[in-house]
Every structure is written in C-alpha cells, then in structure tokens.
C-alpha cells in the first residue's frame, strides 16, 4: 500500500491561480484530444509512480466545531478546500465534504456540489463537472438518512465525459458502531436502488466510517455489509490515523473504497496540524485510484 503526505496547502494550490485552459478536441485531431484526456487525468496520470488513467477523490470531515466555534478555522479550511479542487496538479475528481457547515460557500468555477442536511449533520459531495457528468437515467440519485434525522448520505451515478466510463459514487457519514446494523441496510438499500437504475456495478465510497480499520472494520467487511457486486474485489485507502484532534488521531475511520481498479495509493492531510484546527477536526485523506478499465475506453474518442 502506497501512503504519502502533503501540506495543508500546496504552493500550487493557492486560491485564485486558475487551472490550465482545456484544449477543444474539435480544432486539435489526435494532438488536442490526447491533451485534454491528460488534463482531465484520464491518460498517462502517474500517482505515486504507477502510471495509467486514474480517479482521485478527497475525504474530509473538519468538523461542526469548526463552522460554530471558530472563525478562523472556518476561513481556513474553506480557503484550504478551494486550493485543492483548483490545483490542475493535484486533479482531483470527487470531493465528500462532512459536517462542512456553510451554506454560503461556493465552490470553484466547474465544481458542483450535490448536499443533503439532516437536522443535526449534513454532507456536500463535489464533483469536477468538467470530467463527470451525473447520469441521466431515473433512479440513479439519491439521498437520505442512515439513521432517523442524522448521519447523512448522497448517491449518485457519474459517466466520464472523455471516456465514457460510469461509476457510482457514495458520499457518507456512517453512526458510530451501536447503530450500524440499521445503517448498513438502509444505504444499501439505497444503493442497491441506484445500481439497478443506473445499469452500473462499479462503486466509490468516500466516507467517515466511524470504525477504525485497524480494529472494527476492513474496507472489504464494509463493502461486505453493504452487500456491494464483487464485493471481494477491493482496494481501498490505508488505514491513517484521521479521527480526531480532541483524542490525539486515534481512529483510522476516513476511507475511500472502490470494488473495481488495479489499486489505490494513500495520501494523508494535514500530518502537521494546523494551528487553526479546532475541536474533533479530522485529517484528510486523498485515494488515488488506478483504474484500468477507463483506459479501455479510450476508443470512444476517435483520433
């Protein structure tokens, strides 16, 4: 398992430098299509030194303490999350977002968010509308509860625009362990709805667990819960210790986990805790995806 940090803030990610401009695959031929496949990280994308078309999404949870208690952590960390869904670099495609309590925030040009608020939580799943483009068939939506009025979850089916390749994706924010048995069966429920309406089997989970993969849960016994398709078939981010500042990082409880790809390499956020971070503040994590597949379906773009 490949595991790396980064720094809260790369230079490269500083707010206001614009990503680079995608190229039209109509004026260019072959050229200008496979450079926008590149900027869209579908072709040639090497993450920690294994190359092939990849998906990249972030975790995070900075926490309700965060929004409510502190100003400065508020501004810090949406000033830090526009960095990092506008570094070109970095390329990220999916974003879930917990406990991320400003209704006022708008994300970059070509992020969209897709939210759901119970009345004590609630979850922002992002998405680069610049590579995905959210299913049109009905069915393939969804949003809800795990359990009664909290822990809130969005499903939604997404086809790649430079290939073609669909993914169902889960943004989540699971119970602690006492009430997983009756959230387990409602996302999958749920889930099991999307798939079917979407005509996919292919699965990312982004989500706060709240169980720690060194003890309570493997990413493969959680997909196994959820009864996913080829649910023995898993790569999944290492178990970092993410959960929380108030408890030292004791728990590895953010994951990214997908039943399809080669392998998923691990970054991990803010090793060095930021001086503005407050309360039950989690750490990130960015999975890295290596998915072979999307490269096969390269031969949609005609060059």
């Known amino acids: ?18 990503p680079p401009r995608s190229k039209s695959m109509a004026t260019g031929g072959a050229f200008a299509a496979l450079a926008l496949l590149s900027q869209l990280g579908v072709w040639g994308a ?83 509308s610049r590579k995905w483009t959210r299913s049109p068939n009905n069915g393939s939506y969804a949003t809800g509860c795990m359990i009664i009025g ?32 009756g959230a387990v069966l409602t996302l999958g429920a749920a889930l099991k709805s999307v798939l079917d309406a979407a005509g996919v089997d292919d699965i990312l989970l982004i989500a706060d667990t709240n169980l720690d993969a060194s003890v309570d849960g493997t990413n493969k016994g959680l997909m196994q819960m959820l009864e996913v398709p080829m649910a023995a078939d898993i790569v999944g981010t290492a178990a970092v210790n993410t959960c929380c500042l108030n408890d030292g990082f004791s728990y590895a409880s953010d994951r990214v986990i997908a039943n399809f790809g080669q392998a998923m390499a691990t970054d991990i956020l803010f090793v060095q805790t930021p ?23 390269l031969d949609i773009v005609h060059v």
């Open 150 to 181: 909290d822990r809130p979850f969005v499903i939604q089916a997404f086809d790649s625009i430079a290939t073609g390749f669909s993914v169902v994706v889960v943004g989540a924010h699971f119970p602690h362990p006492d009430d997983y048995l």
């Open 1 to 18: 398992i490949l595991v790396s940090s980064r720094p809260a803030l790369r230079p490269t990610s500083l707010p206001g430098r614009a």
């Open 275 to 297: 001086e503005w971070a407050v309360g039950e503040f989690h750490r990130a994590v960015i999975g890295t995806l290596i998915v072979p597949e999307m490269s096969l379906r």
């Open 46 to 128: 090497a993450a920690h030194g294994v190359a092939g078309a990849r998906l990249r999404a972030l975790q995070w949870n900075p926490h309700w303490q965060c929004f409510e208690n502190s100003a400065d952590c508020k501004a810090n960390v949406e000033r830090v999350l526009t960095g990092y869904l506008i570094d070109a670099e970095l390329g990220l495609d999916f974003a879930n977002l917990i406990e991320f309590s400003d209704s006022y925030f708008s994300p970059p040009a070509g992020w969209v968010a897709i939210t759901y608020a119970a009345p004590g939580d609630n979850i922002a799943l992002y998405f680069d």
